[in-house]
């Protein structure tokens, strides 16, 4: 790595570069189908569970990716994955715009979820390297990638919405597949933006060193706290937005939220840094999916305004960490050459999760209680995740 690469001259700008992939794997690949879920589902005459089945498709593809990409970044380096994997994310996006048929969609969720795995698990691996490089603020520059996803989440917030209302203007057929053809060339134009920031980091596989393998067995607590935190958060992601619109909260209010909810994930890199650099083993895991749990149960409890809001800007500053968390998790307890499958390791236990969470959401949402029973199952996984991850401890020296 030559000394005079925009990572060793400007990590706080190059994090942000490369935070943009998360911006695209995330806060508009999928997070942005809670925005558009609602006028899908009325224009399509879609079932919870159906609705729900979106983003558990998009989570299986998620989690075949994951299984793929160490593959694909040992043979092509984490910096071509990571612009295959946005350039084919965009075009997955674009496809929605053209297609109704449900099995079409769900087709084109998978692949979107396939190629934003290569996306995610390839920027992380440059976040921690580049956090790597600069050791005394390797937690916030880790951070500031995985908070990249909010700045997708409120670029979504303000797109979806104008872009329905516009073709609505228009007399489109179906509005929404204006938003995701909006969606799609965000996508093309951050994958430009993050190019340079990306190559500037060393993307090729490290040589093993002998030690610091990743095992299972010895991460077997953070990845079963992790596993829940994909089954519970994924719904309120998913569900949340309908759940507003179903309590008679106002169009322009939502955006607001959703678009407070993704300046707080911006926010959440500063907010705990110091406790992912401090603790070595599952206590941010474990603190960050019990605070979780809370914001999710908030809007169960009162559909007032006040409590809406707090429940949005709560669990934006929060969820993008517990990802994080991992991440500092793996750097804290594996050698650099192990960090790739570290991090595999966790993304394909959270994508297992996520397959699970949004199905089981909806299916108790189209059932007596409807979608505030479903949340209440996401909290409750969340909080099962926070003592589950409470176990994990930090590795001793000898197995690092």
Not at 131 to 139: D, L, P, S, V, Y
């Amino acid at each position: 790595m030559e000394h005079s690469s925009l990572a060793d001259r400007r990590p706080l700008l190059t994090a942000l570069g490369i935070s943009l992939g998360a911006a695209i794997s995330l806060g508009l690949s999928r997070f942005s189908y809670a925005l558009l879920l609602p006028p899908m589902r009325a224009d399509l005459s879609w079932s919870y569970l159906l609705a729900g089945s979106m983003n558990t498709a998009n989570a299986f593809g998620y989690f075949v990716g994951a299984l793929v990409t160490p593959a694909l970044m040992r043979r092509f380096g984490a910096q071509r994955a990571l612009m295959a994997g946005a350039i084919l994310t965009a075009l997955f996006m674009l496809l929605s715009g053209v297609v109704t048929e449900a099995t079409m969609l769900l087709t084109q969720r998978v692949l979107a979820g396939i190629a934003s795995a290569f996306i995610f698990i390839s920027g992380g691996v440059l976040a921690a390297r580049l956090g790597a490089m600069h050791a005394q603020r390797a937690g916030f520059l880790i951070g500031l990638y995985y908070g990249g996803t909010g700045f997708g989440i409120a670029s979504a917030a303000l797109l979806v919405p104008a872009s329905i209302d516009a073709a609505s203007a228009h007399g489109a057929a179906h509005a929404w597949q204006w938003a995701w053809f909006a969606l799609g060339g965000l996508c093309l134009l951050m994958t430009l933006a993050m190019t340079g920031p990306a190559y500037s980091i060393d993307g090729t596989t490290a040589t093993a060193s002998g030690r610091g393998t990743f095992k299972v067995r010895a991460f077997g607590f953070g990845l079963a706290g992790y596993f829940m935190f994909g089954v519970g958060y994924i719904g309120y992601m998913t569900f949340v937005i309908a759940l507003l619109k179903e309590q008679g909260m106002q169009q322009s209010v939502i955006t607001v939220f959703y678009a407070a909810l993704g300046i707080a994930v911006l926010a959440s890199s500063r907010i705990w840094a110091g406790m992912l650099d401090r603790f070595k083993g599952g206590q941010s895991l474990a603190i960050l999916n019990a605070l979780l749990a809370l914001a999710t149960l908030l809007p169960v409890l009162s559909s007032a305004p006040v409590a809406v809001f707090a429940s949005g800007i709560l669990f934006g500053a929060v969820f993008l960490s517990v990802v994080a968390s991992t991440t500092a998790l793996v750097r804290h307890n594996l050698a650099p050459h192990a960090w790739s499958a570290g991090i595999s390791g966790f993304t394909t236990v959270f994508a297992f999760g996520q397959i699970v969470g949004p199905t089981i959401v909806g299916w108790i949402s189209d059932a007596a209680g409807g979608l505030q029973r479903g949340l209440v199952f996401s909290a409750a996984a969340l909080l099962l995740g926070a003592v589950l991850a409470s176990g994990q401890r930090a590795l001793p020296l000898d197995e690092m």
